[in-house]
């Protein structure tokens, strides 16, 4: 079987593309998010290849909505793809229902998406995994990961990309119910900082946030 048979399983009962597509998430810089008891948090590496980039021409955590952000792990442009429609499915709902949409709801969309494009001719698997930080009045503070699959899941705490395997075990170590919002953005930076190669300084990290203590319960990028 070509590698390229997208809609083809193969005998091991996988389709190659996919493998390619969560290999390439594997590769990417380390993602990660955080769920607290009063909010959410996420937080990814920004590595810098070259002293002439202008570092704050490049992002890699994004706001969906006022109340929801993602950040990634895999290629930029499947990312920025995947965002844009994102964000004009949030404001068509809006439009259309005069409500805001659940963060359950956008990422079983996005979810939707990626799946679509496992068996579908003409077209590759997106290069991406998301972790989606959002609040609803119902759920409260949530995290989501969606993988290029379309498998979502809602998680306390999860990591994904090259330092993805050791940020869950310093996770899984560090994580309890009760973790406060403050100790949650704590301790993503430290998880960051400890599979980071080289010196972590604010250049080469972003950080979005959800306090359920601020009245709009509003995702704010940390500056």
Not at 94 to 112: G, L, N, V, W, Y
Not at 170 to 191: C, G, N, P, Q, V
Request: charged fraction near 25%; glycine fraction near 10%; include cysteine.
């Amino acid at each position: 079987m070509s590698d390229y048979s997208l809609t083809t399983f193969g005998k091991s009962g996988e389709l190659t593309q996919v493998r390619y597509a969560l290999t390439a998430v594997g590769n990417g810089e380390t993602c990660l998010g955080i769920k607290a008891k009063n909010g959410c948090v996420i937080a990814c590496e920004k590595k810098i290849t070259s002293p002439l980039v202008d570092e704050t021409t490049i992002h890699k955590v994004e706001p969906l909505s006022d109340y929801m952000g993602m950040t990634y792990a895999g290629i930029g442009p499947d990312f920025q793809a995947v965002l844009l429609k994102a964000r004009k499915d949030v404001q068509i709902y809006h439009a259309k229902f005069q409500d805001r949409t659940t963060p359950f709801m956008m990422c079983k969309s996005i979810a939707e998406l990626f799946q679509e494009y496992t068996q579908s001719g003409g077209v590759r698997p997106f290069g991406i995994g998301m972790i989606c930080a959002g609040y609803d009045e119902q759920d409260g503070s949530q995290i989501f990961q969606i993988e290029a699959s379309g498998t979502y899941y809602s998680w306390k705490a999860t990591a994904l990309g090259k330092g993805g395997s050791t940020a869950k075990g310093f996770l899984e170590k560090r994580y309890s119910d009760d973790l406060d919002i403050e100790d949650a953005i704590h301790t993503a930076i430290l998880t960051l900082k400890d599979s980071f190669e080289g010196e972590l300084t604010e250049k080469n990290i972003e950080i979005g946030v959800i306090r359920e203590s601020d009245p709009n319960k509003a995702f704010k990028i940390l500056t």
